[in-house]
């Protein structure tokens, strides 16, 4: 941390706390999926044993558990430089694509699965010439392969289905005027939700019968200002939710339950070109207080993203990255979890690796 070249006033001072262990948590069941080095991995949380699901062919990532727990889908790129959903048991027998090729203009494509694992939402790179720099959303039939372009190429991320599967929402549009769009699986139908004036839009999700997101009412970089609304699911009825903001970029998780938001954001502390600092924090749905999960570690040094909620309501799963600096890219990444009831709120280490996901299956 001595050697720390980035911009901004760095935390050194701050000493971070010691990480419990995971038999601490007293968790009886339950098991949790993460990628580590390329490969998915599943731990049992009862007795802390960790099983290989993927073996070492280019990456395996993304995992993400289906409604019953027995299976698992994923993100691989084994048939060369394109990708493809696959789908596997929860032991990690049996895996099979379900989608064909697709790549994306930088980095990872994003997908999403139904709830019952009958289709999935990808978004591919556009293929026509005058559609470069665009991206088209697909829907995919598993049991048939069935692989239709849906509404015209765009700007597309962050798709999610409904919890009953009858619906896609997706971000569309540039950074500094991007919406929700919603897409009815049973009739193709893309709609535009309205934006009521707001830019910088994060990944819809459910908050009982309402959709949560967050939003900046400004369109730039330098000024933006997000926080987190609701809507009715037609996109009318645009609600704030709560006092809490950030001067950066949110994205937040509901847990099973409705009960509490697991808000994941990042800003940028020291101006332009100095380091992202990314933290987690607490909401109760209903109102409250909001509580921070991760201010104990110092920053930039330490980093936490990308929450899952266990299915007790209760616990809460995040990557966790040290990056000692020179440079710097995370070199260490943690899987830890949170008792969200528990007053200290110190994360327990799961297992090295990043991108939890949780069996719905207690």
Same mark, same amino acid.
């Given at each position: %941390? #001595?050697?720390?070249? &980035? ?6 001072? #701050?000493?971070?706390?010691? *990480? ?6 007293? !968790?009886?069941? +339950? ?17 802390? @044993? ?18 019953? &727990?027995?299976?698992?889908?994923? *993100?691989?790129?084994?048939?060369? %430089? ?12 049996? /895996?099979?694509?379900?989608? +064909? ?5 930088? &980095?990872?494509?994003?997908?999403? $699965? ?19 720099? !665009?991206?088209? !959303? ?9 692989? /239709?372009? $849906?509404? /015209?190429?765009?700007?597309?991320? /962050? ?13 569309? +549009? ?7 769009? =919603? ?16 830019? %910088? ?9 309402? !959709?949560?997101? =967050? ?23 645009? #609600?704030?939710? +709560? ?6 970029? %949110?994205?937040?998780?509901? =847990?099973? #339950? ?36 991760? =201010? ?40 830890? @979890? ?25």
């Amino acid at each position: %941390m #001595k050697a720390y070249a &980035g911009l901004g006033e760095p935390e050194a001072e #701050k000493r971070p706390p010691r *990480l419990r262990r995971a038999r601490e948590l007293a !968790l009886a069941s +339950g098991r949790i999926t993460f990628v580590r080095s390329g490969d998915v991995f599943a731990m049992d949380l009862a007795t802390g @044993v960790e099983a290989q699901l993927t073996r070492k062919t280019q990456r395996n990532v993304a995992p993400t558990f289906l409604g019953d &727990g027995r299976r698992i889908a994923f *993100l691989s790129n084994r048939d060369g %430089m394109a990708w493809r959903v696959f789908l596997m048991n929860a032991d990690g027998t049996e /895996q099979r694509p379900i989608t +064909g090729k697709f790549s994306a203009w930088y &980095g990872e494509p994003s997908f999403a $699965i139904s709830p019952d694992g009958a289709r999935v939402a990808y978004v591919a790179r556009a293929r026509a010439p005058a559609d470069e720099g !665009l991206e088209e !959303l697909h829907l995919v039939e598993v049991a048939s392969g069935d692989d /239709q372009r $849906i509404g /015209q190429p765009a700007t597309l991320s /962050q798709c999610t289905f409904s919890p009953g599967g009858d619906a896609v929402h997706c971000v569309a +549009g540039e950074f500094d005027a991007e919406h929700l769009l =919603s897409v009815e699986v049973a009739t193709r139908r893309v709609r535009r939700l309205p934006d009521a004036g707001n830019h %910088m839009f994060s990944a819809a999700r459910f908050l009982g019968d309402r !959709l949560l997101f =967050s939003a900046s009412e400004t369109g730039a970089l330098c000024c933006q200002r997000s926080r987190l609304y609701t809507t009715a699911l037609d996109g009318t009825g645009i #609600k704030g939710l +709560g006092s809490f903001w950030v001067s950066g970029s %949110m994205r937040p998780e509901v =847990s099973p #339950k409705g009960s509490k938001i697991a808000v994941a954001w990042s800003v940028r502390v020291g101006g332009f070109g100095a380091d992202y600092w990314n933290e987690l924090t607490l909401l109760d749905a209903n109102g409250g207080a909001d509580r921070p999960l991760t =201010s104990a570690f110092p920053r930039p040094f330490y980093s936490a993203y990308e929450p899952a909620w266990a299915p007790d309501d209760r616990h809460l799963a995040f990557t966790l990255s040290l990056c000692p600096y020179a440079g710097c890219e995370p070199t260490i990444r943690s899987v830890v @979890v949170i008792d969200t009831r528990d007053a200290k709120a110190v994360p327990a280490f799961i297992a090295y690796g990043r991108g939890a996901s949780w069996s719905p299956v207690p």
